[in-house]
């Protein structure tokens, strides 16, 4: 009898073909899973290319229609809207007018793509505001928590009004998706869904964001954005936004804090998001741009990276492009 030997166990026998490889894959990426953060600025009559991020633009009113109809063709699930407004005061008060470009921004979008693309705004008054912070200042220039949750309401109500299918409270104050809840279910609004920055952190990745948006904040966020060294907390900011409401809750920055996205998906009960952010989008431009790797190569593996660590949702500046990507 010939004795049998131990076999040697061939994980690579999986790998041989890519029919293979695709047939066992864990994760994909679909277009539906993908939103694409835009931006609208106030009076410009060109799109205005974002120095930073290669490829994207602050549209006109007329670009961004014809890009988000681009998206709705595309197939992707939704875009993301930042308004850059012309003037800015102490309290953002662009941000809660109906003519304000934020609002603007969405009555356009809805108007061009209805129900076929979910039209989502940023709620958050750094955009708007003179001195570039998240909520508005007291008397010694300290973050007035409870004064911006009133506005926050009533930054809703101006979003709802104008049409919007899920609004994304950014600003990291305390209690903010309670009250956003709240005032749109007091409004009647219940059909407005919060996509709820959950855990966000204060990230140096956000620089080419800032040029985007034109922002004029001096120092930090750290009051109010968490702090790079805590994972667990994230976790709890993401369970006090489901507790007070939240439809979806989002893990931002995005590659930096996979770790934290993982944690969340795994202790919540509803979709999760991730944002893959203006840093990490110039990272891989710059070095594709420099023929230091494979750009398009490095997308697809950027967003895999998000769905393996467990984002049903990606908030990505490539979506459109991605969504070619995947259907080649
Ligand atoms: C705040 C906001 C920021 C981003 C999205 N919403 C900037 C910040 O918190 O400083 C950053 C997005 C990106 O970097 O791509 N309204």
Redesign the pocket.
């Known amino acids: 009898m010939t004795e049998i030997e131990k076999p040697v166990i061939r994980p690579r026998r999986l790998r041989q073909t890519p029919a293979l490889r695709r047939m066992v894959a864990e994760t994909s990426v679909e277009p539906r899973q993908l939103v694409l ?1 835009m931006f609208l600025r106030e009076g410009i009559d060109a799109p205005v290319p974002i120095g930073s991020m290669p490829g994207q633009v602050q549209h006109t009113r007329d670009s961004l229609r014809k890009a988000v109809a681009e998206a709705a063709e595309a197939g992707i699930g939704g875009v993301m809207l ?1 308004g850059v407004p012309e003037t800015k005061d102490a309290v953002g008060s662009g941000a809660i007018d109906p003519e304000g470009i934020l609002n603007v921004a969405i009555a356009d979008a809805v108007a061009e793509v209805g129900t076929a693309l979910t039209v989502m705004s ?1 709620l ?1 008054l ?2 708007f505001t003179d001195h570039g912070h ?1 909520g508005v200042l007291d008397e010694s220039g300290r973050i007035d928590n409870d004064r911006t949750l009133g506005l926050y309401a009533e930054m809703a109500l101006a979003q709802a009004a104008a049409g919007v299918h899920m609004v994304g409270p ?2 990291m104050m305390d209690g903010q998706v309670g009250v956003i809840r709240a005032v749109l279910d007091a409004a009647e609004r219940t059909d407005v869904s919060i996509l709820a920055y959950g855990a ?1 952190y204060a990230s140096a ?2 620089g ?3 040029e985007a948006v034109g ?1 004029t ?1 001096e120092g930090d ?1 750290r009051t109010y ?1 968490q702090d790079p060294a805590n994972a667990l907390e994230g976790v709890r900011e993401a369970l006090l936004d489901v507790e007070q409401g939240a439809d979806i809750v989002m893990v ?2 995005g590659l930096p804090y996979l770790d934290v996205l993982r944690q969340v998906k795994d202790a919540v009960d509803i979709p999760v998001a991730a ?1 893959n ?3 990490e ?1 110039a990272m891989v431009e710059a070095a594709a741009a420099n023929g230091w790797i494979d750009r398009e190569a490095a997308i697809l593996e950027t967003l895999t990276a998000f769905r393996r660590a467990g984002a049903d949702v990606i908030l990505t500046y490539w979506a459109v492009e991605a969504a070619g990507l995947l259907s080649r």
């Open positions: 953060p930042f940023d958050c750094d955009e998240c950014s600003g966000k990745f956000y080419p964001f800032r922002s904040l966020r954005q931002k920055p944002y952010i203006s840093g989008y």
